[in-house]
Structure formats: C-alpha cells, structure tokens
C-alpha cells in the first residue's frame, strides 16, 4: 500500500456530491421559477431586458425573459428548455411550464429534509404526472369548431391568451384577427381536428400607427420597397419572378486582377459587363415577369434597366420570405437566369408599394393560394409592436390548439384546484411516502392559482383556501376573475384556456424536475458546477486566457 494520492480527473475538474450536487441544482432551479413568477396572468409584471447593445426589450413571456437572460448553470439550463418546448408545442404558457417544476423542486426539497430518499421522490412525482393527464382529460370540455357561437367561444380564448401583455386595448381587434385567419388556413368551417401549422400566418410589423390599426391582410406582406423610385407603385395582374441570384455585375468568384492599359480597353470590359447584365434583363422581360423579388443584391444598372421595362423589384428579401412568397403565388425560386419561363412565375392580383408612417411595405395581394395570409400588427414604438408580436403568437398558438383538438379547461386557477384536489384523493391510496410526494405534487401545482392572486395584490392563501373550499363543495369550475378579483364560475366569465397548455405544461415540468432530482453528481470540466446562476451578459468582451 502506498500513500500516493490516485489522480481520476485533472485537477481543475470541480466537483460537487451528494446532499450538496442536490441543493445546488435545486437552487438554481427555483431561482428560474422566481425570475419569471411575477410576470404570471392579467394583473403580471413586465421585465425589462438590455442586451450587451443596449437593445432593449420589454415583455411578459416567459421563454423571452429566460432566452434573452443567456443563464448559464446547468440545471437553470434545462428550467429554459421547457419553456422553449412549451413555446414550440404550445405557444402559450411557458411561465406556467417553468414555475411548476421550480415548485415541484422546492417541494421536493423539504421531502429531502424529511430523509425521503430522492428515488422515492421521483417515482411519488412520476406516478402523480401520469395521473395528473389522466384526472385532466377527464376534467376537459369539449366544445366544437364550426359555428358562429364557437367563434365567439375561440375569441374568448385568443383574449385569455393576451391578458397582461401589452395589448390589452386592442385585445378584441387582435382576436378577430386570430380567430379569421385560424380559421381561414385550416379549411374554414367544420373542417378542425387536424394539424395546424401556425407559421403558415406571417406576422409582420409596422410602426406608425396604433396597435388598433393592426390589419389581416390577403397575401403576403413584406418589409421591402421597390428598388429604385422610378419603378412604377403597383403592377396589376402580376407575373412574379422569385430570383436567388444577384442581378449584379459579376463579382469573379477568384480575386482576378485585370490590368487595363487604354481607355478604350477599360470600355471594352465595361461594356462587356453591361451586356450580361442587359442580356439578364432581357431574359426576365421575355418569360413576362413584371415584378422579381430577388434573394440577394440588384445594381444601379440593372435598376435602372428593369424600371425602363416598368419592372417591380425588390432585392435583399429574406430566405424566409422568398419561400413564404413562393407557397402564396405559386412561383418557383430559381437560381439560375436560364431557368426563368412563364411556368416558373408566381401569380397574384396585385403587388403594390405601401407607406406606414416611417416603413415603407411591399404588400402582395389576392395571391394564387388563397391561403395566404399575413398580420400586419402596427404600433407606435419598436417595443410595443414586439410585445404585441408575442402575444399575437400566443393567441394564434392557444387557438389553433383549440381548433386541433377541441378539448378546453377552464383558467383562472380553477383546472389547477381541481387537478390537485383529484391529486390529493388518489394519493390516499398509495404507501406513506409515496403518498408524500403525491402530495407534493398537487401543491405545486396549487402554486398557479396562488401566484396568480399574489400578482395581483390579493391574498394569497385567502384565496387558495377559498377556491379549495368552493371545489370541496363540488363547484369545479370556480376559479379567480382578475378582472373583478372575484372567485367566480369562471367558464361563465369566458376565461378559458386550451386543454394542451396544462397537459404539456405539466408533463415537461414533472420530466425536468425528476432528471434533476435523479443528480447526486455533478463533474464540471469548466468549472460550472460551482457557478450560481450566472448571467452571459457580463462575459462577453472578455478574452479568455485560454483562447
Ligand atoms: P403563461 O406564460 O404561463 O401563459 P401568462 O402570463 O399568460 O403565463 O398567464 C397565464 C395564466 O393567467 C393562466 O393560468 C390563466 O388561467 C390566467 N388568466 C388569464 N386570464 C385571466 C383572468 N382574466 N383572470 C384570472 N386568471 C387569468
Ligand atoms: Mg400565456
């Protein structure tokens, strides 16, 4: 036997075990939750967020806050990529999402102090996340998709979504909005019960006017102007040409150097510029084309050619949209001049220039697939447009999941008070310290209907025990108005919610919380472990020695 030291990593491996892994992750974790609480339901507060540029954003929604906040441990890592899941299953309730598995995380905490070992802990979580689906299909409400009432019905919906986040006066205008252009992209009436693709709707941004003045427009609307002011304002009847290569004088892919040594060389090679450009043109004008959106750049000359054709064109447009334009009119994007032909060209009523206040847009209208559809949200400064943008994706997110699958619960707290209710009787019949977590689980989820009165300055375990009382006596669908701060039937106050929300909320909320309840260890090559919730911010402009 020696007395040598065995060496397993380097030496500036951090470690952290045990008891200690646990709390640290746990830590972390219920920091996240603690972050985005306050912005929870109607009466939530807003962050506001300043990047290392000082760009700065204001918003309510959770998976913005925790994407733009560049978090850094490890475990408040994954508390973001629920909110991020949530966001793309979803589209609404991310800060839910988030708070539940920071509260199943503390509560597993102080099951940690009882000496209840982690393992029982997560199964105890686990059979209580599959129960909780269980109980909350059963608790849904099936509403249909089709008639004029149902409209109404999906308007509430798309409202319930906004509450609270910057768009409140305009609340009505955006959900007519929502409900239409849902409606329109997935077959109009009847036709629900299948998948909804919501980036089929381009949401576009306009400053100038109110958020009032926020339009459904028919078509596509794109942040471009017409090139050069001498191309005509608006072509009838277009034929579009979808272009992703420059009209540009050639830029010779290898550094060339071309040593002229007269004038009328240096003309020549001009000139013979010139004509390739000209023979582009030409190509464009013969396959009938009268409006191009070009991927990349268009020249002076070139310019000036295509306006002398009373040519409309556009150059520098996103991938993005190029591929949105192409689904609307049915046009191919091409990559090479010699593909252009009358087959290949994208057809729509009109494409015309208009002017908001400062943006100047390129609106195409009555497009070959009727489909098509843009929100065109206005506003009066930057940051009220975006906020406006995320809340209109929460609505059209929450919709179409209603659309989809029918299935609603009512909000408010009141789904989360009956779940756990349901929760806490079923935990009756398990083992003692399965039954625990059980438990457990059933008050962090009671966490939604409290924050949602600590937010709003009420109190919160008046109002817990209230609501708990009034479902006790078998009033399910009571739960907390923010509007009139009554515990009320809040299906009859409209305040409703898609079924999906809660299910996806749930399940990645309990999935997180177990995988980190399951760490006893954390092996940390760049010393991370040991970091508390770290913000990128400050890190960047630092030179790293090691680099
Ligand atoms: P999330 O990011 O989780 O969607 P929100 O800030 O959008 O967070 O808040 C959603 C919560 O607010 C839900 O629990 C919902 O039931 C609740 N809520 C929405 N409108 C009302 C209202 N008028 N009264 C009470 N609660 C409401
Ligand atoms: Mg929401």
Excluded: W
């Excluded at 959900?175 to 849902?182: D, F, H, K, R």
Aim: hydrophobic share 40%; proline share 3%.
């Amino acid at each position: 036997m020696t007395d040598k030291p065995i060496v397993l990593m380097p030496e500036d491996v951090q470690r952290i075990l045990g008891k200690d892994a646990q709390r640290n992750n746990i830590m972390a974790a219920r920091m996240v939750s603690e972050i985005v609480k306050t912005t929870l339901g109607p009466k939530g507060m807003d962050k506001m967020l300043v990047s290392p540029t000082n760009d700065i954003i204001i918003t309510n929604d959770g998976v913005t806050i925790l994407e733009e906040m560049q978090i850094e441990h490890p475990a408040a890592k994954m508390m973001v990529e629920i909110a991020k899941t949530q966001e793309t299953e979803v589209g609404d309730g991310t800060t839910t999402a988030v708070m539940i598995a920071g509260k199943l995380l503390e509560n597993a905490e102080k099951l940690l102090d009882k000496k209840i070992h982690p393992t029982v802990i997560t199964k105890g979580y686990r059979i209580a996340a599959d129960k909780a689906q269980e109980i909350l299909m059963d608790l849904a409400l099936k509403i249909t998709t089709g008639n004029k009432e149902d409209e109404a019905l999906l308007k509430q919906i798309a409202m319930t979504a906004m509450t609270g986040k910057g768009a409140e006066d305009a609340k009505e205008r955006l959900s007519e909005i929502i409900v239409q252009a849902l409606k329109q992209i997935s077959g109009g009436e009847n036709s629900g019960r299948k998948k909804i693709d919501i980036n089929d709707i381009k949401i576009e941004t306009s400053k100038g006017k109110g958020i009032k003045n926020t339009e459904l427009v028919q078509g596509v609307v794109i942040d471009k102007e017409k090139v050069s002011y001498d191309m005509p304002c608006s072509v009838k009847n277009s034929k579009i040409a979808l272009i992703d290569f420059p009209l540009e004088i050639k830029n010779p892919e290898i550094d060339t150097k071309i040593s002229v040594t007269s004038p009328e060389q240096l003309h020549s090679f001009v000139t013979e510029e010139e004509r390739s450009i000209k023979e582009m043109i030409e190509k464009v004008k013969l396959s009938g084309a009268n409006v191009i959106f070009c991927q990349k750049g268009i020249d002076d000359f070139a310019q000036y050619l295509l306006a002398k054709e009373r040519i409309y064109a556009c150059r520098r447009v996103a991938r993005s949209d190029m591929e949105k334009i192409s689904k609307a009119t049915g046009g191919k994007i091409i990559s090479n001049i010699d593909e252009l032909n009358p087959f290949e060209l994208g057809n729509a009523d009109l494409v015309e220039e208009v002017r908001h206040g400062e943006d100047v847009l390129t609106y195409i209208r009555g497009c070959e697939n009727p489909k098509a559809l843009t929100i065109l949200v206005h506003g009066g400064t930057d940051h009220v447009i975006e906020e406006v943008k995320r809340a209109v994706r929460d609505g059209l997110g929450d919709v179409a999941c209603v659309i989809e699958s029918g299935l609603v619960v009512p909000g408010g707290g009141a789904i989360e008070i009956e779940l756990a209710k349901k929760l806490r009787e079923f935990s009756q019949g398990l083992s003692g310290r399965e039954q625990l977590a059980v438990e457990e689980f059933a008050s962090a989820i009671e966490f939604v209907p409290t924050t949602l009165a600590e937010n709003a300055g009420l109190d919160p375990i008046d109002t817990l025990t209230e609501l708990k009382s009034r479902h006790d006596s078998g009033e399910r669908n009571v739960g907390l108005n923010l509007f009139t701060n009554k515990i009320e039937n809040v299906l009859e106050s409209k305040i409703i919610e898609p079924l999906k929300i809660k299910t996806q909320a749930i399940n990645s909320a309990s999935e997180v919380a177990i995988m980190i309840l399951r760490i006893d260890d954390i092996i940390s090559a760049t010393g991370h472990g040991n970091k508390s919730l770290g913000m990128g911010n400050n890190q960047i402009g630092k030179i790293r020695p090691d680099y």
